[in-house]
């Protein structure tokens, strides 16, 4: 069983910034892949990033420029730095996760998310 827990979120006011993370834990053989998404009300969860084992990373279009993933593989954790906010990167931010177990097979599993709000 995998446990993914997200922080790092909080109110923030338009051009601020904030650093999330989401730490990994439980039993696996390896994470393939973390990624965030984040959802606002009313709308549907979008991607917001992901980053492979290689450290190879890859962005939604919202954020490309202003966010950037990054990860510690030894910690199990991946990070997303939020720059330049603005009230529409207001949102619920999820982290999933892709690993796999000891027997091969590949589950994904979601935190929990933390908030990030942008106002002034």
């Known amino acids: 069983q995998v446990q993914v827990v997200e922080s790092g979120g909080g109110s923030v006011q338009p051009g601020g910034s904030l650093s999330l993370t989401c730490a990994a834990s439980?039993?696996?053989?390896?994470?393939?892949?973390m990624a965030w998404y984040r959802q606002s009300p009313g709308k549907q969860r979008e991607f917001v990033a992901g980053?492979?084992?290689?450290?190879?990373?890859n962005y939604g279009d919202a954020v490309t420029g202003r966010f950037t993933i990054s990860k510690d593989s030894a910690k199990n954790t991946a990070y997303l730095q939020v720059n330049s906010l603005q009230p529409e990167d207001t949102a619920v931010y999820y982290c999933?996760?892709?690993?796999?177990?000891?027997?091969?097979?590949?589950?994904?599993?979601w935190g929990r998310g933390t908030q990030v709000t942008v106002s002034s």
């Open positions: 999933a996760i892709k690993s796999k177990t000891w027997a091969g097979s590949s589950h994904d599993s």
């Open positions: 439980g039993t696996f053989f390896s994470i393939d892949y």
């Open positions: 980053i492979v084992a290689n450290k190879n990373a």
